[in-house]
């Protein structure tokens, strides 16, 4: 045991050797720029001098630019790791765009889903493949918005993204079009806060509270689909958390002020 932590100990050093200290330099800027964020992103979840709150277009562009896609933007220019970190993964990505703009499907929608992703393409060797193994799907709401009718639903309004995309096909690579496989998962994000006329609609959609009571999460089996409703209190004190060892480390403040 002795031996193979001396081994381990060694490679460590080796490893810090090769680094270069720009590269640390610009890690430790990196990580300054979530810092920044994240108190940016504060401020704006605030009432505003005209007694409203700001419009959901500002956290969008926050987290990824709006009428963008992901062969446009690069790793830099987005924030998906305010939601959650894996979304920095995946094979493409369409911001506030028409779903039959998106070059993966062959669809005439004109839905416009804030944000989905497509998982990575998965190897396929028959025409009915898909290729890609799974959506997700991103909905903003106006910061501390209330009032929620049957016209807006946040549920419904994402149920009929995955309908409209079910029905349509999939185009893989190659430009061929192919259906898109009955068992691909969805897994879909409503970012909002959470007043009473949500929590009604989140219940008669039949998704259940969270432990920590700052969201709701489901799966509807019909569409095989996860929905969870993040707060945006829980959105961010969750970045929060994710990143306070690195901002420890810069010394950093943890909280955004």
């Known amino acids: 045991m002795a031996v193979v932590i001396i081994e381990y100990k ?13 590269k640390a330099t610009d890690l430790a800027r990196y990580v300054c720029h979530r810092r920044a964020i994240l108190a940016f992103l504060k401020t704006q979840l605030c009432l505003e001098d005209d007694g409203k709150y700001p419009k959901e277009d500002r956290i969008h562009n926050i987290v990824f630019p709006m009428g963008k896609s992901s062969d446009e933007i690069t790793f830099a220019e987005h924030n998906l790791w305010l939601v959650d970190e894996r979304f920095v993964y995946h094979q493409f990505l369409s911001s506030d765009q028409p779903i039959r703009a998106i070059p993966l499907l062959q669809n005439d929608s004109q839905g416009e889903p804030d944000i989905i992703m497509f998982d990575k393409a998965c190897a396929f060797s028959a025409s009915s493949d898909s290729p890609f193994s799974s959506v997700t799907i991103i909905e903003f709401k106006r910061p501390m918005r209330s009032g929620y009718g049957s016209n807006d639903n946040p549920f419904v309004q994402v149920r009929k993204y995955i309908e409209a995309i079910r029905e349509g096909r999939a185009r893989t690579p190659d430009g061929r079009d192919v259906p898109i496989l009955e068992g691909t998962p969805f897994y879909c994000y409503i970012v909002c806060d959470i007043h009473d006329s949500l929590e009604k609609q989140a219940f008669d959609f039949e998704l259940y509270p969270t432990p920590d ?4 999460f489901g799966y509807k089996r019909q569409y095989n689909a996860y929905f969870e409703v993040i707060s945006y209190t829980k959105m961010v004190g969750d970045a929060q958390k994710r990143n306070a060892a690195f901002f420890e480390k810069l010394g950093l403040p943890h909280r955004a002020s």
């Open 10 to 22: 060694l490679r460590i050093q080796e490893f810090f050797a090769g680094v270069e200290k720009l």
């Open 213 to 216: 009571g700052q969201g709701f």
